[in-house]
């Protein structure tokens, strides 16, 4: 059982910047890959970034490409988004996840393990 925990979302204006923190439980946190997802009302889940159990590879939706950075820091059980020139196509609940297996998936369903989520609004 992987507990995940999100922190860091907020409030900012346009071309701001946030660093969202995903917190695990697991004594194995540093065996999964995982990702980011975000979802706005009446909108499926969606893919923004992927990393790796070992952070050395990642992937990022376009949206997400240039602006956004994940990461991760195993030693401390804790994965990072730093999000930078945000937009207000931006705000959503955001959530982080561990796949069933290790790959790169950017399908909700084949993610197993999901936090409650950290709302991130970005003003016009």
């Known amino acids: 059982q992987v507990q995940l925990v999100e922190s860091g979302g907020g409030l900012v204006q346009t071309g701001g910047s946030l660093t969202l923190s995903c917190a695990a439980s697991?004594?194995?946190?540093?065996?999964?890959?995982m990702a980011w997802f975000r979802q706005v009302p009446g909108k499926e889940r969606e893919f923004v970034a992927y990393i790796t159990w070992s952070g050395g590879s990642t992937a990022y939706a376009d949206s997400a490409k240039g602006r956004f950075t994940i990461s991760r820091d195993n030693a401390k059980n804790t994965m990072y988004l730093q999000m930078n020139s945000l937009k207000p196509e931006d705000t959503a609940v955001y959530y982080c996840?561990?796949?069933?297996?290790?790959?790169?998936?950017?399908?909700?369903?084949?993610?197993?393990?999901w936090g409650q989520g950290t709302q991130v609004t970005v003003s016009s």
């Open positions: 996840a561990v796949p069933r297996v290790r790959g790169y998936f950017i399908r909700a369903s084949f993610y197993v393990y």
């Open positions: 697991a004594p194995t946190f540093s065996s999964y890959d």
